[in-house]
Structures are given as C-alpha cells and as structure tokens.
C-alpha cells in the first residue's frame, strides 16, 4: 500500500479538528474539504484497513495516529549540508591543474601519495580543469 503524502494528511487532520461534532464520517469530511469520500477513505485506510469497508467509520479516531504519523516523517528529515562556494579569488591561487597538485599534494617537490583532498578541492580542481579546457579550445 502506498504511503499518504504528508500534505494531504495536514490537510485531513486540520479540516477534523477544525468540525466540532463528535463523529465525522468520510462524507462529512468530503463536503468540508471538497474531495470525494473514496479517495478520503482510500488514503486513510493506510491507518485503518477495514476503513474502506465501513462508511460510517468515526474518523476522529485517527487523529492521534496521523498527527504521530506526521511528526515522524518530520523528525526523519534530513538538514542538508550547505556545499561551500568555490571563488573565482580561491581560483586564482592556482594557474593550472598541475599548479595545484604541485602546492597541495606535493612536499619538496615530491608528489605524496597519502595526500587527502577534501570535496572542496577536488570541485576546486574540476573548476581548473574546465578552465584549462577552455583556453585550449579557445587556442585552436
């Protein structure tokens, strides 16, 4: 069974609150929100499976277990990490790709196969190569 989008069950769950009567069955909540009772019924039933067989099915009752529902996707949202900004001043440091291996990865002139490069210097190097590619198209 599909999953509920989460929008959707924000929606259900603020038109169920928002109705004072003490049982609200699908098609009351149909004329509330405009959607037809067989697509209520069929999302819902993700909380309740025998939902789809009983029409007058109480759905205040699952209030808890959608607003439980919500807050866990909520919490399993992940914070992206913000990528950092390559600047054209940091470009600048290195004439080359070559230009940036010898200063970064190399010590005394010899290249150290242990040297670690971080995501930021390898798009620093995609950057460089990209621009080395430029020039050469250009020269031709």
Same mark, same amino acid.
């Given at each position: 069974?599909?999953?509920?989008?989460?929008?959707?069950?924000?929606?259900?769950?603020?038109?169920?609150?928002?109705?004072? $009567?003490?049982?609200?069955?699908?098609?009351?909540?149909?004329?509330?929100?405009?959607?037809?009772?067989?697509?209520?019924?069929?999302?819902?039933?993700? =909380?309740?499976?025998?939902?789809?067989?009983?029409?007058?099915?109480?759905?205040?009752?699952?209030?808890?277990?959608?607003?439980?529902?919500?807050?866990?996707?909520?919490?399993?949202?992940?914070?992206?990490?913000?990528?950092?900004?390559?600047?054209?001043?940091?470009?600048?440091?290195?004439?080359?790709?070559?230009? =940036?291996?010898?200063?970064?990865?190399?010590?005394?002139?010899?290249?150290?196969?242990? $040297?670690?490069?971080?995501?930021?210097?390898?798009?620093?190097?995609?950057?460089? $190569?990209?621009?080395?590619?430029?020039?050469?198209?250009?020269?031709?």
């Amino acid at each position: 069974m599909k999953a509920p989008s989460v929008t959707v069950l924000k929606k259900y769950v603020s038109s169920l609150t928002k109705i004072k $009567a003490k049982y609200v069955t699908a098609e009351r909540l149909s004329r509330v929100i405009g959607v037809y009772p067989e697509v209520i019924n069929e999302t819902l039933s993700y =909380f309740e499976p025998m939902l789809m067989m009983d029409p007058e099915y109480n759905l205040l009752v699952l209030v808890p277990q959608i607003k439980q529902y919500i807050s866990d996707l909520e919490d399993k949202k992940t914070s992206v990490v913000p990528v950092e900004v390559i600047s054209k001043k940091q470009l600048e440091e290195y004439e080359s790709v070559v230009d =940036f291996v010898y200063k970064k990865m190399s010590v005394g002139g010899i290249i150290d196969r242990g $040297a670690y490069l971080t995501d930021k210097d390898l798009r620093m190097i995609r950057r460089l $190569a990209g621009e080395e590619l430029k020039k050469r198209k250009n020269k031709k």
